[in-house]
């Protein structure tokens, strides 16, 4: 997961939907990526969880300082947001697979479920979503040049949605899939091929080649649309996580009294209601 101030409510709210549901909390090892702050948030995540085993990262954010593009929101645009394409870069060595979090989801399932799941020979595993309409991610410049459009050539790419993912972090680091994703951050800059900030750069390199996983590991869009926030209902079928994804976050819906329904099932998770977790805040 990543770390920082604006976030940290639903970071510590995710920390504690995890252990809360393991089998065997003891086995779980957090890695958190931080840019700014970082003895606080240090301090902030050893003060409400003493016995947490973690690791805190420093992501310099010079690694996208000229890369990052502007998109519909400007939440999409801040570096932290594209710290996840660096994460095999970041970790120790010795850490073979992750899974990925963001910071506005809970876990109402054994996460080790999650962690046991076979990829094969993928790099990544996330669950799909096909039903989507694939061309809305991309502009129409990106679809009318055959030179950008045969990315997607002998592939069947589906949507997945980057805030949950299992990752083979050894493999990606031999297939240098950093290196691919910010090559098409580089051309984004040049040609403006898509408006979805850290998003599309993950489609373009692997959708038609993720592990699927069941979709209850992944209840998103409960924040709405990336514009209105408007409240949003569950998809059908088994839950195992819940992403607040898109503009509307349960912390905040709460706190201006308006919440939607389903933020209540975020509230039990929140361990600092109202009150800051870091001190000059």
Not at 50 to 63: M, V
Not at 164 to 180: A, L, Y
Request: charged content about 20%.
């Amino acid at each position: 997961m990543t770390l920082d101030t604006i976030y940290l409510r639903g970071s510590v709210a995710g920390i504690l939907s995890v252990l809360r549901h393991s089998s065997c909390p003891e086995n779980i090892v957090f890695h958190f990526l931080a840019s700014h702050r970082r003895a606080e948030l240090r301090r902030a995540i050893v003060t409400t969880f003493p016995y947490l085993t973690f690791h805190l990262y420093h992501f310099d954010t010079n690694l996208v300082k000229g890369k990052i593009s502007s998109s519909i929101r400007r939440a999409l645009d801040q570096p932290l947001n594209y710290a996840r394409i660096y994460l095999a870069d970041l970790l120790h060595s010795g850490v073979r697979r992750i899974i990925y979090f963001d910071s506005d989801l809970i876990v109402v399932d054994d996460v080790a479920k999650l962690w046991q799941i076979n990829l094969g020979t993928h790099v990544l595993g996330a669950p799909e979503y096909c039903h989507a309409n694939f061309t809305t991610y991309f502009t129409d410049k990106f679809w009318s040049d055959p030179l950008f459009s045969r990315a997607f050539q002998d592939r069947e790419p589906c949507y997945f949605n980057t805030g949950v993912m299992v990752i083979d972090v050894w493999r990606w680091r031999q297939g240098r899939f950093t290196q691919k994703l910010e090559s098409w951050m580089t051309i984004q800059k040049k040609h403006r091929i898509y408006e979805l900030g850290s998003l599309p750069p993950f489609l373009l390199v692997f959708a038609g080649d993720v592990k699927g996983v069941e979709h209850r590991w992944n209840q998103h869009g409960l924040g709405g649309d990336n514009l209105e926030g408007l409240c949003r209902d569950l998809h059908p079928g088994p839950v195992s996580l819940l992403h607040w994804s898109g503009k509307g976050k349960p912390w905040l819906r709460l706190d201006s009294r308006h919440p939607c329904p389903l933020d209540s099932l975020w509230a039990p998770y929140d361990l600092h209601r109202h009150a800051s977790l870091l001190s000059d805040s």
